[in-house]
């Protein structure tokens, strides 16, 4: 995106917008996930993402160019690629049998994080400087990293059967 208002745009800034567009669109990033093999450990996919989100958010903060900010849209893409993708089936995993509750869940926290989130960092950032606010957030993102980290999945376990199927045994 051009940093200054004038009527010409240069080839460098057009190069920049269409590679911010290609790249921070996380479907291209998600398709490539749909060739990651089965073996491979959802749960370190999805903390890798997280890692991204605060490695994006440091070097956005540190930036002072055009190119730093370019190859940080790749890694915000492939963050929110491997969260968003993965993190549905990962809830979707940790309760077999209620798919459509985990994935209801999923999405309201989305949303109502993306809610919450845009107004703390845009309060932050007034308070603080966006430099700062960036910072805060990467932070954020880390803490609940380590969150993830520490907690322990549950095993999956089955639906009880209904009472109607239980009469219908007997």
Known sequence: ???????EV????????????????????????????DRVSRRGLILLGMLLFTGYFALVAASAGMPLLIGTQVARGVALAVVGALGITYMQDLAPHATGRATT???????????????????????VGYRAALLLCGVLV?????FFLAGRPRPATVAPASREAQAARR
Do not use: H, K, Y
């Not at 995106?1 to 009527?7: A, G, I, L, R, W």
């Not at 869940?105 to 308070?127: C, E, H, K, R």
């Not at 880390?142 to 380590?146: K, R, S």
């Open 1 to 7: 995106m051009p940093s200054d208002v004038t009527p």
């Open 10 to 37: 240069s080839v460098f800034d057009r190069f920049a917008e269409g590679a911010a567009r290609f790249f921070s669109r996380p479907w291209f990033f998600a398709m490539c996930l749909l060739l990651v093999p």
């Open 105 to 127: 869940m999923f999405a309201n926290t989305l949303t109502i994080g993306s809610l919450v989130s845009g107004v703390l960092a845009g309060a932050a950032a007034q308070a």
């Open 142 to 146: 880390a803490a609940g990293c380590a």
